[in-house]
C-alpha cells in the first residue's frame, strides 16, 4: 500500500492498496462510512488489467484519514472473524449429524 497525501483538499489521503479488487475496496468504503470522523471516504479501480484499488479518505480536523483507515480495518477484521467463527460452528454442527 502506497499512501498519497492530497496537496488540494484538506485532511485528505489517496491510498492506493495493491493486488486487491472491488472486494476489499468497497467493504473499506462502508467501514469508513460508520466513522463519524470520516467526511469523505470513495474508492475506485482505474483499470479491469491493473490489480490495484484507490482508495480516497478525507477525515474531520479531529482525525486523519490514516487513522480512521485502520480503525476501519480493524473493525473488519473482528467482523470477519465472528463470521468465521459462526460458519465454522455451523460446519461443525452439520458434521456431527452425519
Not at 58 to 74: F, G, Y
Not at 83 to 92: L, T
Request: charged content about 25%; hydrophobic content about 35%; proline content about 4%.
Amino acid at each position: 500500500m502506497t499512501v498519497q497525501h492530497d496537496t488540494k483538499v484538506q485532511n485528505a489521503t489517496t491510498f492506493v492498496i495493491e493486488r486487491e479488487d472491488h472486494t476489499l475496496g468497497n467493504m473499506v468504503r462502508v467501514q469508513l462510512h460508520e466513522n463519524p470522523d470520516v467526511t469523505f471516504a470513495g474508492y475506485k479501480k482505474h483499470h479491469p488489467l491493473e490489480y490495484n484499488v484507490l482508495l480516497k479518505v478525507q477525515a474531520s480536523p479531529n482525525s486523519t484519514p490514516i487513522k480512521a483507515v485502520d480503525r476501519s480495518l480493524r473493525e473488519i477484521d473482528v467482523i470477519l472473524g465472528t463470521i468465521k467463527g459462526k460458519f465454522q460452528q455451523e460446519v461443525d454442527r452439520v458434521q456431527e449429524g452425519r
